[in-house]
């Protein structure tokens, strides 16, 4: 988002270099620039915050090498301003996982937390908190991690496999695998294939909140329960077409 914003801020300045005509880049060139160029204008006092922000991207025009790629006489891209700008990053092999799912937002959220390894399971807390019990908060049995506590838990394998029986497909029976399997169904517009990232998705969410609420209250719902709810959660989310298609199956 912060690169989103950088890139929206260099359409801005794009329109003030290019003389846009409208009515507030003509304001703009007629009280602070004042024929002046824009890339020797100077900021000062009486330049207000948002034309500072403006002006303060004419750095990042380095960065995306010029207006050449991004733009012509008479369109800006942000999109390919922000792609420009990104290319410093590594890209995940599980972005459309995040981006092409339409679960619900806390679901991907503790999705994109897990496939970072940033939840708060107990193998990670137990590298700053010595005493930390670190056995798995459903089981008791095992060490908690993140491949543990989702797909190799006696709990969340229960669940999971009830799961994709409901749709139909076998188990992998390893997390990456499951992944890997995942990751492939979220680049495809299949009907079948978006239920599945979806129903991934509000699975390893659900079992989260379970581990919580086994941790919190020492209460934990049945596999049976939690799935039923897994599966609503779906249907209301997803488009009609699909949901026929899940309760069909
Ligand atoms: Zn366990």
Redesign the pocket.
């Known amino acids: 988002m912060v690169l989103w914003n950088k890139a929206a801020l260099l359409k801005q300045l794009w329109a003030f270099y290019f003389k846009q005509d409208k009515l507030w880049v003509r304001w703009v060139h007629a009280y602070y620039i004042n024929r002046g160029a824009i890339d020797t204008v100077t900021i000062n006092s009486n330049t207000s915050w948002l034309l500072r922000k403006i002006l303060d991207s004419r750095e990042l025009l380095r960065d995306i090498c010029g207006w050449e790629e991004v733009s012509n006489t008479q369109k800006f891209s942000i999109k390919k301003a922000y792609n420009h700008l990104q290319e410093g990053f590594d890209r995940v092999s599980w972005r459309r996982l995040i981006c092409n799912n339409q679960a619900t937002p806390k679901s991907k959220f503790i999705l994109w937390m897990a496939l970072l390894n940033r939840l708060a399971t107990t193998d990670r807390i137990s590298k700053w908190k010595r005493d930390c019990n670190t056995l798995?908060?459903?089981?008791?049995?095992?060490e908690?991690s993140v491949q543990?506590?989702f797909f190799?838990?006696?709990?969340?394998k229960s669940i999971w496999n009830a799961v994709l029986q409901y749709i139909e497909l076998s188990p992998v029976n390893t997390a990456v695998g499951e992944l890997r399997r995942v990751v492939q169904k979220a680049r495809s517009k299949r009907s079948k294939d978006k239920l599945f990232v979806m129903l991934y998705t509000e699975s390893l969410y659900a079992i989260w909140l379970q581990r919580n609420s086994k941790h919190s209250k020492d209460s934990i719902l049945s596999p049976h329960a939690v799935i039923k709810e897994v599966i609503f959660k779906v249907a209301c989310n997803c488009n009609e077409n699909d949901r026929c298609r899940l309760l069909l199956v």
């Open positions: 798995c908060k459903l089981c008791g049995v095992q908690e543990h506590l190799e838990c006696e709990y969340s």
